[in-house]
């Protein structure tokens, strides 16, 4: 089934606080949000450097007055417009996420923020409270969980093809940064600070997207307890890890590992998510995500391939170019930035009906993430101890 049509009614007005000319992720997310006009970009504060900002803006088609020096003016100045921005997309440093995300809420705007939503639980449940308080949702940019194969995995765990889920073995571990890469590459720079990265480097920036993903293919899987063991190869990066693994139980009897690392030699992406039953397992691996791996025990591995009429329904819903081209990144966070749009406007709408049938990463997925980096890091710290979960 190919869809190429808007879901929502009209563009909904955004802006980008971040994700500036020379950010690492702030194309991924104009190409998703305007790949199919659920979004209109018209307004933004979107580099750190005021005049960076305004002419990167001016660039992308924005009003000169739209450019804003930062969020404050931004949201201040489009709150008093009759045609003001109805959302925004945080792509900033980790340090700035709350503050941001809160004070967007407080401006009634709809809120896509980027992970690690930010520090710590009590600030991702103050988000929750203030996004219940103004009626507006929170997306979280957990981008490879818009892979249609995603939906696949999910529908098949639900369908007890897997039969009792065992094992829950992900791994997201990359070689970039083997070498101390940061003395020279500011994005990573910010990375390696806790003032600006928060409490862990992997963990967050890598390991909740694999959890997200984990939760959204088997959302009966709750963790009970984790011990997590976390090491700085490059010396200068402690506190923080550039490696780390981390072991879960969950409330089912199932056990889980992640590894999380920058560090990888030789290794791209390496984002592995395995999904373990008593009689057979999946695979999806992100640098191949038109495919997902179906192994029975005593059977030839089956090769299941995006776009095609025997997956689940859920899995071709957001198919856009049929089934043997490869679709990719900006698919799977264009599938998501539909989902967020549509929520958007079904919040703003009252339409209940609309919004139970919708999942997409949310200001629950948001907390989980960060909940799941807290636990990792105290058990850390501790000497890499079992820690209760909750
Ligand atoms: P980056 O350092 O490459 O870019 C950051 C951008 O934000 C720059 O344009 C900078 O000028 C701007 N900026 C910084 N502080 C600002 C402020 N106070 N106001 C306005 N603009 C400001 O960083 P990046 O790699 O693009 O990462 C940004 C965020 O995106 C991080 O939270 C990171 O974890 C996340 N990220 C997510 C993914 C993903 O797959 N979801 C991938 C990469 C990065």
Redesign the pocket.
Known sequence: MIVGRRQTEKPIRWAM????G?????YVHRSAALRDRTFDLVAG?????PER?RAFGVELGVAPERCHA??RALFAAEAARPDGVQAVSI????N??YAIAKAALESGLHVVC???LCFSVAEAEELKRVAADKRKIVGV???YAGHQMIEQARAMVAAGELGDIRLVNLAFAHGFHSAAVEETN??TK?RVDPTFAGPSYVLG?LGT?PIYIAETIAPHLKIKRLLCARQSFVKSRAPLEDNAVTLMEYDNGAFGTVWCSAVNAGSMHGQKVRIVGAKASLEWWDERPNQLSFEVQDEPVRILERGMGYLARQATAEDRIGAGHPEGLFEAWANLYGRFAVAMEATDRGDRGRLANLRYPDIDAGVEGVRWVEACVRSAEAGGVWIDYR
Request: cysteine-free; overall charge negative; charged content about 20%.
């Open positions: 606080v971040g994700g500036g020379t950010s690492q992720i702030g504060a979107f580099d750190i450097d900002g930062d969020y792509a900033t440093p980790n700035t996420h980027e992970k690690p940019a957990y981008g500011p994005a910010w920036d997207h």
